[in-house]
Protein backbone atom coordinates (compact mmCIF):
# COMPACT_ATOMS: atom_id res chain seq x y z
CA UNK A 1 0.00 0.00 0.00
CA UNK A 2 2.76 2.21 0.78
CA UNK A 3 6.60 1.32 -0.38
CA UNK A 4 9.14 3.77 0.07
CA UNK A 5 13.09 2.13 -0.56
CA UNK A 6 16.24 4.23 -0.15
CA UNK A 7 15.07 7.96 -0.28
CA UNK A 8 17.31 10.10 -0.71
CA UNK A 9 16.86 14.22 -0.43
CA UNK A 10 19.37 17.19 0.45
CA UNK A 11 18.96 20.81 0.65
CA UNK A 12 21.79 22.58 -0.57
CA UNK A 13 24.44 21.05 0.83
CA UNK A 14 22.55 19.48 4.16
CA UNK A 15 21.74 16.19 3.14
CA UNK A 16 18.42 15.65 5.14
CA UNK A 17 17.19 11.80 4.16
CA UNK A 18 19.82 9.47 3.72
CA UNK A 19 18.36 6.22 2.56
CA UNK A 20 15.39 6.24 3.86
CA UNK A 21 13.29 3.19 3.41
CA UNK A 22 9.75 2.10 4.77
CA UNK A 23 6.65 -0.06 4.38
CA UNK A 24 3.24 0.22 5.51
CA UNK A 25 0.78 -2.62 4.97
CA UNK A 26 -2.84 -2.40 5.27
CA UNK A 27 -4.08 -2.48 8.63
CA UNK A 28 0.13 -1.11 9.81
CA UNK A 29 0.70 2.11 11.59
CA UNK A 30 4.90 3.18 11.23
CA UNK A 31 5.81 5.85 13.70
CA UNK A 32 8.64 8.71 12.46
CA UNK A 33 10.54 10.25 14.89
CA UNK A 34 13.47 12.32 15.32
CA UNK A 35 14.40 15.75 16.98
CA UNK A 36 13.95 18.83 15.61
CA UNK A 37 15.09 18.92 12.17
CA UNK A 38 15.95 15.48 11.29
CA UNK A 39 13.47 15.66 8.48
CA UNK A 40 10.52 13.81 9.65
CA UNK A 41 8.05 16.90 7.82
CA UNK A 42 10.40 16.37 4.53
CA UNK A 43 9.61 12.54 4.71
CA UNK A 44 6.39 12.73 4.39
CA UNK A 45 5.88 15.94 2.53
CA UNK A 46 8.10 13.45 -0.20
CA UNK A 47 5.45 10.68 0.46
CA UNK A 48 2.46 12.86 -0.08
CA UNK A 49 4.14 14.12 -3.49
CA UNK A 50 4.63 17.64 -2.61
CA UNK A 51 8.07 17.37 -3.15
CA UNK A 52 9.84 14.95 -5.19
CA UNK A 53 13.19 13.06 -3.67
CA UNK A 54 16.38 13.31 -4.64
CA UNK A 55 16.52 9.36 -5.85
CA UNK A 56 14.32 6.65 -4.37
CA UNK A 57 10.97 5.15 -5.00
CA UNK A 58 7.70 6.00 -3.61
CA UNK A 59 4.79 4.01 -4.11
CA UNK A 60 1.35 4.57 -3.13
CA UNK A 61 -1.61 2.04 -3.94
CA UNK A 62 -4.73 3.94 -2.97
CA UNK A 63 -5.99 7.34 -1.77
CA UNK A 64 -3.73 9.62 0.56
CA UNK A 65 -4.84 11.66 3.59
CA UNK A 66 -2.32 13.96 4.30
CA UNK A 67 -2.38 16.06 7.74
CA UNK A 68 0.60 18.47 6.87
CA UNK A 69 1.89 20.60 10.19
CA UNK A 70 0.62 23.34 9.30
CA UNK A 71 -2.85 23.74 9.14
CA UNK A 72 -4.24 24.19 5.68
CA UNK A 73 -7.35 26.02 7.00
CA UNK A 74 -8.55 29.46 5.27
CA UNK A 75 -8.85 32.15 8.26
CA UNK A 76 -12.08 33.19 6.58
CA UNK A 77 -14.03 30.48 6.06
CA UNK A 78 -15.94 28.44 8.63
CA UNK A 79 -15.53 24.93 9.72
CA UNK A 80 -18.92 24.30 7.96
CA UNK A 81 -17.36 25.97 4.49
CA UNK A 82 -14.17 23.57 5.00
CA UNK A 83 -16.32 20.66 4.96
CA UNK A 84 -17.88 21.58 1.57
CA UNK A 85 -15.17 23.15 0.22
CA UNK A 86 -12.86 20.09 0.99
CA UNK A 87 -16.07 17.29 -0.12
CA UNK A 88 -15.99 18.94 -3.20
CA UNK A 89 -12.44 18.04 -4.00
CA UNK A 90 -12.71 14.83 -2.73
CA UNK A 91 -15.76 14.33 -4.67
CA UNK A 92 -17.74 13.56 -1.70
CA UNK A 93 -21.28 13.22 -2.00
CA UNK A 94 -21.96 12.99 1.93
CA UNK A 95 -20.87 14.80 5.05
CA UNK A 96 -21.17 11.95 7.08
CA UNK A 97 -18.16 10.95 8.01
CA UNK A 98 -16.41 14.14 8.15
CA UNK A 99 -19.39 15.32 11.01
CA UNK A 100 -19.29 11.84 12.94
CA UNK A 101 -15.14 12.79 13.25
CA UNK A 102 -16.12 16.28 14.24
CA UNK A 103 -18.44 14.48 16.88
CA UNK A 104 -15.59 12.40 18.10
CA UNK A 105 -12.98 15.41 18.15
CA UNK A 106 -15.33 17.30 19.83
CA UNK A 107 -15.75 20.37 18.12
CA UNK A 108 -19.43 20.06 16.43
CA UNK A 109 -20.37 23.57 18.10
CA UNK A 110 -18.36 25.91 15.90
CA UNK A 111 -19.73 24.38 12.53
CA UNK A 112 -20.64 28.60 11.56
CA UNK A 113 -17.33 29.47 13.68
CA UNK A 114 -14.90 31.21 10.94
CA UNK A 115 -11.24 29.13 11.37
CA UNK A 116 -9.31 32.47 12.56
CA UNK A 117 -11.77 32.08 15.34
CA UNK A 118 -10.83 28.83 16.88
CA UNK A 119 -8.01 27.62 19.05
CA UNK A 120 -4.99 26.33 17.81
CA UNK A 121 -6.34 22.69 19.41
CA UNK A 122 -9.42 22.86 17.65
CA UNK A 123 -8.19 24.48 14.56
CA UNK A 124 -5.51 21.07 14.36
CA UNK A 125 -8.51 19.29 14.74
CA UNK A 126 -10.49 20.53 11.94
CA UNK A 127 -6.99 20.10 9.95
CA UNK A 128 -7.27 16.51 10.97
CA UNK A 129 -11.00 16.07 10.05
CA UNK A 130 -9.95 17.41 6.70
CA UNK A 131 -7.23 15.04 6.29
CA UNK A 132 -9.76 12.06 7.13
CA UNK A 133 -12.86 13.06 5.61
CA UNK A 134 -13.01 10.53 2.41
CA UNK A 135 -11.45 7.62 4.53
CA UNK A 136 -8.19 7.31 2.75
CA UNK A 137 -6.46 4.15 2.76
CA UNK A 138 -2.98 5.20 3.24
CA UNK A 139 -3.10 8.37 6.19
CA UNK A 140 0.10 10.23 6.51
CA UNK A 141 -0.27 12.29 9.41
CA UNK A 142 2.03 15.07 10.65
CA UNK A 143 2.20 15.44 14.03
CA UNK A 144 -1.66 15.56 14.58
CA UNK A 145 -2.61 16.06 17.78
CA UNK A 146 -0.51 18.96 18.02
CA UNK A 147 -2.10 20.82 21.04
CA UNK A 148 -5.01 18.39 21.40
CA UNK A 149 -5.74 18.23 25.43
CA UNK A 150 -5.02 14.71 26.65
CA UNK A 151 -8.49 13.24 26.27
CA UNK A 152 -8.60 14.45 22.84
CA UNK A 153 -4.68 13.21 21.88
CA UNK A 154 -5.86 9.45 23.65
CA UNK A 155 -9.11 9.85 21.14
CA UNK A 156 -6.70 10.67 18.97
CA UNK A 157 -5.08 7.16 19.31
CA UNK A 158 -8.29 5.52 19.46
CA UNK A 159 -9.12 6.57 16.27
CA UNK A 160 -6.38 5.62 14.44
CA UNK A 161 -6.40 2.18 16.31
CA UNK A 162 -10.13 1.86 14.85
CA UNK A 163 -8.60 3.11 11.18
CA UNK A 164 -6.02 0.16 11.35
CA UNK A 165 -8.58 -2.58 11.94
CA UNK A 166 -10.52 -1.08 9.29
CA UNK A 167 -6.78 -2.40 7.62
CA UNK A 168 -5.77 1.67 6.50
CA UNK A 169 -2.31 1.58 6.45
CA UNK A 170 -0.87 4.99 8.82
CA UNK A 171 2.19 6.56 9.02
CA UNK A 172 2.69 9.08 11.95
CA UNK A 173 5.52 11.43 12.62
CA UNK A 174 5.82 12.48 16.48
CA UNK A 175 8.68 13.94 17.99
CA UNK A 176 7.96 12.33 21.57
CA UNK A 177 9.99 9.73 22.43
CA UNK A 178 6.47 7.71 24.29
CA UNK A 179 4.59 7.75 21.25
CA UNK A 180 7.12 5.16 19.59
CA UNK A 181 5.63 2.20 21.71
CA UNK A 182 2.34 3.21 19.87
CA UNK A 183 3.58 2.35 16.54
CA UNK A 184 2.92 -1.43 16.48
CA UNK A 185 4.15 -2.35 13.24
CA UNK A 186 7.40 -0.45 12.67
CA UNK A 187 9.01 2.62 13.53
CA UNK A 188 11.56 5.07 11.29
CA UNK A 189 13.86 6.50 13.27
CA UNK A 190 15.58 9.40 12.06
CA UNK A 191 18.64 11.99 13.05
CA UNK A 192 19.76 11.53 16.45
CA UNK A 193 17.46 9.05 17.03
CA UNK A 194 18.52 6.24 14.30
CA UNK A 195 21.63 6.24 16.68
CA UNK A 196 19.59 6.02 20.04
CA UNK A 197 17.36 3.44 19.13
CA UNK A 198 19.77 1.58 16.94
CA UNK A 199 18.72 -1.65 18.95
CA UNK A 200 15.20 -1.60 17.79
CA UNK A 201 14.72 -3.11 14.54
CA UNK A 202 13.59 -0.45 11.90
CA UNK A 203 10.43 -2.44 11.40
CA UNK A 204 8.66 -3.87 14.40
CA UNK A 205 6.21 -6.21 14.44
CA UNK A 206 3.70 -7.22 17.38
CA UNK A 207 2.19 -6.28 20.33
CA UNK A 208 -0.84 -4.68 21.39
CA UNK A 209 -1.37 -0.76 20.86
CA UNK A 210 -0.44 1.23 23.55
CA UNK A 211 -3.86 3.26 23.95
N1 LIG B 1 12.45 23.89 1.62
C1 LIG B 1 13.56 23.84 2.37
N2 LIG B 1 14.68 24.50 2.03
C2 LIG B 1 15.80 24.44 2.74
N3 LIG B 1 15.92 23.70 3.88
C3 LIG B 1 14.85 23.02 4.27
C4 LIG B 1 13.62 23.03 3.55
N4 LIG B 1 12.72 22.24 4.19
C5 LIG B 1 13.37 21.75 5.26
N5 LIG B 1 14.64 22.20 5.32
C6 LIG B 1 15.65 21.84 6.32
O1 LIG B 1 15.69 20.42 6.38
C7 LIG B 1 15.88 19.99 7.73
C8 LIG B 1 14.75 19.04 8.10
O2 LIG B 1 13.54 19.77 8.20
P1 LIG B 1 12.17 19.06 8.57
O3 LIG B 1 11.13 20.13 8.66
O4 LIG B 1 11.94 17.91 7.66
O5 LIG B 1 12.50 18.49 10.04
P2 LIG B 1 11.54 17.84 11.12
O6 LIG B 1 12.21 16.59 11.58
O7 LIG B 1 10.17 17.72 10.59
O8 LIG B 1 11.59 18.94 12.28
P3 LIG B 1 10.50 19.40 13.38
O9 LIG B 1 10.46 18.32 14.43
O10 LIG B 1 11.08 20.67 13.92
O11 LIG B 1 9.19 19.59 12.69
C9 LIG B 1 15.94 21.25 8.58
O12 LIG B 1 17.30 21.57 8.79
C10 LIG B 1 15.26 22.29 7.72
O13 LIG B 1 15.74 23.59 8.00
Same mark, same amino acid.
Given at each position: ?? &? %? =??? #????? /?????? *???????? +???? !?????? +?? *??? /??????????????????????????????? /?????? %??? #??? $?????????? @?????? @????????? $??????? #???? *????????????? &??????????? $?????????????????? @?? =?? !???????? &??? &???????????????? =??????? /???? %????? !??
Amino acid at each position: ML &H %V =ADV #HKAFG /TRRVLR *GVSLRAAP +GELV !GVVGEN +GA *GKT /TLLRILSGELAPDSGRVRVEGRIGYCPQRPV /TNPELT %VDQ #HLR $YFAVAYRLRS @LDRARA @LIARLGFEQ $YGATPAR #HLSG *GTRQKLNLVLSLM &HDPAVLLLDEP $YQGFDWETYLRFWEISAE @LQ =AQ !GRAIVVIS &HLA &HDVDRAVFGVVALGAF =AARTRDR /TPQR %VGGPP !GI
